[in-house]
């Protein structure tokens, strides 16, 4: 029986893309393997919710020492630091995996003896993009740990996709390739759980094509995503490509009203705040089409889902988005309006046999790429690589 560590502060019953992918990759692995298992550290309260019950897995919740907004980071990440390394001391552990690298305070606090059998995975673009590129002092702090201190101790980087384990060469190890070197390279990615056994919703002609956008709108959100890019085409494209489309936004935050003001003359976009995930899931379900036109992305929860319910794909060509294209959909080139605007124009005069194609080829592209059995797989051959190199004995 193989023991492993998990650590994730996002997590179960929380609904934001975080929680749902790591619940995923848990329920992925125990489901498809009986000889492993799991603990699962986070300091996510249960709150009303019932905690999780299932054979070979454990769920440790640490309480939050500190509610202050800036420096109770810190505090909290201490102590989940002390938590860790004592923990892998007191416990046979074969792996530890810590699911982000959104926290290096506490990443740099771990002894040298858990970075052994220590494996973090890259999950989203906070710790890359973000860290890197944004100019706030949170990020600038994390980039300093990242380069300066964690990336020296490694010995396991994974990612979700390809793109970011370029990304981490480039930035967190900056080229160097004696460091990179010393690095082992994964890639575990996301994926659903249970995997879609949904009946797939024909198009039918002359009815919209239903599409679906979902993202944050805070300041880092909105930079992202590139929803300015998108609506600034709506506003190009003729009424005649319009009158095809219904388009639902699901999201929040200070720069939405930008996005309200570009659709006040379309006729063809509605704004949802937000919704629980089993209403997301059920949107995708009975639409046609999922839309991220982002300028820079990892291997994004909502698009897999869109695949994984069978909808057609407009994204644009960046990240893990890359992974999730072929014959499914339509690509177009980051910040290109024109580019967005001809995609637009293409889905619109597809027929119904093209369009359901389509979306029966976003379920095969999920089913040969990213359902749970290979991601779980994917998982347990890291874990027994980990297992052989670092020895079975106790850190």
Known sequence: MKSVLFYCDDFYPKNNGYANAYINLINSILANYNDIHITV???????????????NLKVIRIKKKSGLKFFGKFINEYYVSKFINRFAIENKTDMIFVETFDQPFMLSLLSKKVYDKMAVRIHSTSETEYTFFIRKFIYVLKKMLITRVVSR?????????SFHIDFAKKYYFKENLIDIGNINFFIIPNTIYPDSAYTIDKYQFPNKIKAVILGRMEYEGFIQKGFIDLFIALNTVSPQVLERFEITVVGQGAYRHQLEKLSAKLGCVEFVDSLPHEEIINKLLTSDLVILPSRFEGLSMFALEGLACGNMCLFSRTGGLTDLIDGNGFFTEVQDINSIRDALTNISSLTPLQINDMKERSVELYNHKFKNSLTATAFMELLQVVSIISGKDEI
Do not use: H, M, R
Request: aromatic fraction near 4%; include cysteine.
């Open 153 to 161: 101790k490694l010995k396991w980087v994974v990612s979700t996709n």
């Open 41 to 55: 550290v986070t300091s996510t309260e249960i709150g009303n919710a019932q905690e999780l019950c299932q054979p």
